[in-house]
C-alpha cells in the first residue's frame, strides 16, 4: 500500500517516470477497490489549495478532482467515458466483429528519432550503439545506455559551435540533453533544432511538432524557443517563448489550429509579432496559427492533459473524436478517414496508456457508438 500511495503522489504532482506510470497501473490492476479508494481519499484531503487567491483556489480544486478522476479511469487503461448532448441520437447496433473489422493489428510507438549532423550526415538514433556517436564543433555526441541523447563538451576544444538536427517519426519519441544539461523530451513526428555549445548572450533552439522541456537556469543567458510552421530555423516564425522558469510545454503540430505552450513550473514570456504575454504555472498561453487572434492566457490549463503524453498515456478531457484521432495517428502512425456524419457530439473523457496496440484503444473506445476499421496503416471511423 505504501508504495502505491508514492506512485499516486508522484502522478498527482506530475513527477512520475515512464517506469512508475508503468507499475503504478500494475499495481492499481492488482489492488482491491477498497485500497485505491482509500488511498485516492487520502489524496484529496492532503492537497493543499496552494494559491490564496478565490479564482486559483477554484482551479486548485477542479485539477485535484481532475487527477482523481484521471487516476481512476486510466488503472488499467481500462475505461475512457463519454458523453453525448441531449440532442444526439442513439447510436446504431453494431454487428461486425473486431475480429473482422481489425484485420492487422497496429503496435504502438517507441523511442525513435534521426540525428542530423551539422555536415548532412543522418544518424538513425533508434538502431546506433551506445557510446560517442560523433564529433560536433567543441562537442562530443553520446548516445546513453538508456537510450538518451547528450552532448559532452571536449576540454581544450575552441571550434565553433555548430547545428544538428533531431528528428522524431510519426510512431517516435525521444529524450536529449542539451550542452547546457536542459533537458527535451520530443513528441511524434517533431523536430528540435539546437547548437552544440551555447556560447552567445542567449541560448536558442528551434522546434516544430511537440516538446516538453526542463531548462536550467541561467541567469545570464536566457533561454529561447522558437516555433516555426515547417523546418525550425527556416520559414516564419509563429512564436517565441522566452523561457523564465524550467518545466513547460509546447504543442505546434500544423494540422492543429492553436500553438499551446503549457506552464507546470516558474514562468515563461510568450512573444509574437511585438506582443507579449507572460504565463505562470497552470497558466496556457494560446495562439491560432493563423495570427488571427491575440495570444490568449488560459488560467485554468488542463496541465495533466498537456504533458499526458511524455508520461505515457493519453488523457482526454472534452475530446471530440476527431481531435483523439489526431493524437492517435501520430503515436501510432496511420492514416484516418471518417464515415457517417453522426457522432460530431460525443466528448470523450479519460485515460488511456500509450504502450497498448491499437485494437486494444479501439475496443475502449467503441464504447461510445463509434466504430473503427484497421486494414495496414489505414484506418476507417464510422461515426
Known sequence: ????????????????????????????????ENELLHILQEQ????????????????????????????????????????????????????????????????????????????????????????SLSTQGNARVIKLSNGKLAYQAMKGA????????????????????????SKVWLDASSTLRFPTAFTGKTRDVQLRGEAYFEVRGNANQPFFVSVFAQE????????RVQVLGTQFNVMDYADERVIRTTLLEGSVKVQEA?????????????????????????HDADIDAAVAWKNGYFNFNKADIQTIMRQLSRWYDIDVSFRGGAGGDRVFYGGIQRNLSLSSVFQILERSGVQFSIEGKKVVVDL
Not at 575552441?158 to 519519441?173: C, H, L
Not at 506582443?275 to 490568449?296: C, F, M, V, Y
Open 1 to 32: 500500500m505504501a508504495r502505491l500511495q508514492y506512485l499516486m503522489e508522484q502522478y498527482r504532482t506530475n513527477k512520475c517516470t515512464r517506469e512508475e506510470i508503468e507499475e503504478l497501473f500494475g499495481l492499481i490492476r492488482e489492488g482491491k
Open 158 to 181: 575552441d571550434a565553433e559551435p555548430v547545428y544538428n538536427t533531431i528528428s522524431t517519426p510519426r510512431g517516435g519519441q525521444y529524450q536529449i540533453e542539451l550542452p547546457d544539461g
Open 274 to 298: 511585438g506582443r507579449e504575454s507572460l504565463i505562470r504555472p497552470g497558466e496556457e498561453a494560446q495562439l491560432t496559427r493563423d495570427h488571427t487572434a491575440s495570444i490568449q492566457v488560459i
Open 44 to 131: 484529496w484531503d492532503n492537497t493543499p489549495n496552494e494559491i490564496a487567491t478565490p479564482n486559483r483556489r477554484r482551479r486548485s480544486r477542479r485539477q485535484r478532482i481532475a487527477v482523481l478522476l484521471c487516476l481512476l479511469l486510466v488503472a488499467g487503461a481500462a475505461s475512457v467515458v463519454f458523453r453525448r448532448s441531449a440532442t444526439s441520437k442513439v447510436a446504431g447496433a453494431r454487428v461486425a466483429s473486431s475480429v473482422s473489422r481489425f484485420k492487422n493489428d497496429v503496435q504502438p510507438g517507441g523511442d525513435k528519432a534521426i540525428l542530423t549532423l551539422a555536415d548532412g550526415t543522418s544518424i538513425v538514433l533508434d538502431s546506433s550503439m551506445n557510446g
Open 232 to 239: 525550425p530555423g527556416r520559414g516564419n516564425e509563429l512564436q
